[in-house]
């Protein structure tokens, strides 16, 4: 069954460094999120990309965050300057369809921990 | 906010049918009932939607109220791999949804 991977698996940051995560959607997907979940909290929406441009973006996904399509394969959420909030895990997914009843496949995430 | 009711925990034996209710009293008439999962911190795993009338696939079925107040996920035969952080969403805005605390199935031996 076809997967969405993100790499790293787990990332550790320093303070007011750079990260940046990856994801590697379906191949024939064309849609692109990213999520995020915070230890012990809900899960909830940053973004969501097509056609290489941002969609649509909830208040989370501020001036400190990016997303880019670099390669036609990859899919990467940049943080600029990370604060220790940003710890938590960061999910993507992608889909086919614009429309939700075809659902989504989402990766494992990457936990990232800033110290 | 979620928009929809679920028990926070529940139990159920293995191999037993696995009944997991949800209230979304405020639903509205084009809305769809989402079912996914998540097994620890893993990424959500999507299970079933429906509108309005009963569906089932390899995984789950779904039983939606004749108002459409509520519904309910029926895993058939539940097993260990079955435990998870189960969440319905009614809650979707674009293409984003907006998941909830959802109800922690624990399937136990």
């Known amino acids: 069954e076809p997967e969405v991977t993100q790499t790293p698996s787990h990332q550790v940051t320093q303070m007011g460094q750079e990260v940046i995560l990856r994801c590697v959607p379906i191949s024939n997907h064309l849609y692109f999120y990213w999520y995020r979940q915070i230890l012990g909290q809900k899960v909830e929406f940053l973004v969501s990309f097509y056609n290489n441009e941002i969609s649509e973006k909830s208040e989370i996904f501020d001036d400190q965050f990016s997303v880019e399509r670099p390669d036609g394969s990859n899919f990467t959420l940049k943080i600029r300057s990370t604060k220790l909030e940003d710890s938590a895990m960061y999910f993507c997914a992608s889909s086919g369809y614009r429309d939700l009843n075809y659902g989504y496949t989402f990766g494992s995430g990457t936990r990232l921990t800033v110290v | 906010d979620a928009k929809t009711t679920q028990p926070t925990s529940m139990d159920c034996a293995e191999g037993r049918a696995a009944n997991l209710p949800c209230n979304h009293s405020?639903?509205?008439?084009?809305?769809?009932v989402y079912w996914y999962r998540q097994i620890h911190s893993q990424g959500p795993q999507y299970i079933i939607h429906g509108l309005k009338n009963n569906e089932t696939n390899e995984m789950a079925s779904l039983i939606i109220t004749e108002d459409r107040k509520s519904s309910t996920l029926i895993l058939p035969h539940a097993t260990l791999r079955d435990t998870a952080v189960y969440y319905c969403?009614?809650?979707?805005?674009?293409?984003?949804?907006?998941f909830g605390t959802g109800t922690s199935l624990t399937v136990i031996p």
């Open positions: 405020t639903i509205s008439g084009n809305e769809y």
């Open positions: 969403i009614v809650n979707v805005a674009g293409n984003q949804f907006y």
